[in-house]
């Protein structure tokens, strides 16, 4: 399985520069989520070392780097999600099936997030945020969502006989979604779930003015 470490020598190029040299065969929408959530606000102090996180480039996942690798069971779900929630997205005009119609922008796309073992149940969203070495959103606050998806999006996916999102995270156990707000004016949003093998869900950047 091919990973790419993630760090802010990275990061912080121009998102097509980052599609070419990892040689990413993703949308640019997905660069500019990782770049959110991994880059520091200009109103953040000064660096922090840390363990930058790894991605997985079959699956457009994300996964800490001192985790066990995923197994190939849960990256071809990962890999199903994130293809289902993107697509989900497009049919619905809006960037990211997590974020939904909540964010002003559409240029970010979802991304997976496999956690493994552990405890990441509601109210452990501060240990997620961590576990991923979100250190940006150390200080952000969290808010926990409602539904797994927006009203409009679910009254539609409740009368489709086929919904292909939506019978894959009715795999998912003790799923939450949630938002963590940070002082600048984006919002980075996620859907945790537990398979057999592990944690893992979706993620993805919101704005707000």
Sequence with gaps: MTTVKLDSHILEKDAGIITEQLNIQSQQATV????????RSK???????YNPPIFL????????SYTDAAPQDVTDYLEKLVRAAQQ???SHYCGSFVAGQTSESDE???IGIWLGEGN???NHEKEILDKLGLI???????????????EKVKVELEGAEESVIGKLLDSLEDCHRFFARRQDSYLAYFLIGRLKAG????ASIGVTS
Excluded: K
Aim: overall charge negative.
């Design 199 to 202: 944690w893992c869900g979706l």
């Design 32 to 39: 500019r989520t990782l770049q959110i959530l991994f880059l």
């Design 120 to 122: 990441y149940q509601r």
């Design 88 to 90: 989900t997205a497009e």
């Design 108 to 110: 970010f796309a979802d």
């Design 136 to 150: 940006a959103w150390a200080d952000a606050e969290i808010y926990q969502m409602d539904g797994l998806y927006d």
């Design 43 to 49: 109103a953040q102090l000064g660096p922090i070392h």
């Design 57 to 64: 480039l079959q699956s457009s996942s994300i996964a800490p």
